[in-house]
């Protein structure tokens, strides 16, 4: 029941030490660097920027299981050919990156574009994607990794997902977006439901300065997530 006029008539307010103190820092960052190297593999470009670009379909997939249990709802997670999927948690759990049968969620690629999008929180696909293959406007992408171990340092924690695209298309080739996609399955108990969203854009950046792969030449791009930094 709504007491009062306006919103600000509700009795309710949030505590004077949950306010951002601009001494803080925060306990949770992401980090993007790419290394450019040219046709004989030296280093000709390293570009370093602060990542901060999760897309809806992550944000969606972190909502506990008591929101759906309250309120029978559910969300839509689309991939990046476009299908969309409904998302009930209440019927199972999404799985970390394993090849096991029943338990498929692997990390797809690393993604690269020649585009840009205003709101990344919307996207679901990158604006321009760049097509894996060795012709005209093409990448060849490698096989995307993540480092096997959590790194500790102090009180610090972090992982690497890694990609290594080269680029033999004839021209150089200029990128101006990065996403990370992974595919999801939903698993139910004993895995009696399952539902396999597909490849799903998790995280997403427009680079902050555009980034020119020359004809034979690569690069590798390292996204670096930290809690504790």
Known sequence: MMIGN????????????AYYNKQDSPTFKAYLVIVVRDKDGKVINVHKQRSHSPTANFI????????????????????????????????????????????????VMIQVG????????????????ISNGNGPG?????????????????????FVIIQTLSNSSGATITITEVGVVVNIQNNGPACGYTQNFGPVLLWYDTLSSPISIPNGGGITIYYTFTVNP
Do not use: H
């Open 138 to 158: 093409q990448l060849s992408y490698s096989t995307p990794s993540i480092v096997p171990n959590i790194i500790v340092s102090g009180s610090s924690a972090s």
């Open 114 to 129: 020649s585009g840009q999008q205003s709101n990344p929180y919307s996207a679901y696909k990158l604006a321009a994607p």
């Open 60 to 107: 969606q997939l972190l909502l506990p299981a008591s929101y759906y249990n309250m309120t029978g709802n559910t969300i839509t997670v689309t991939n990046i050919n476009g299908s969309s999927n409904p998302w009930a948690f209440f019927k199972g759990s999404y799985t970390y990156p394993n090849t096991a049968v029943n338990n498929p969620s692997y990390l």
């Open 6 to 17: 306006n919103i600000e008539d509700l009795p309710a307010s949030i505590p004077s030490d």
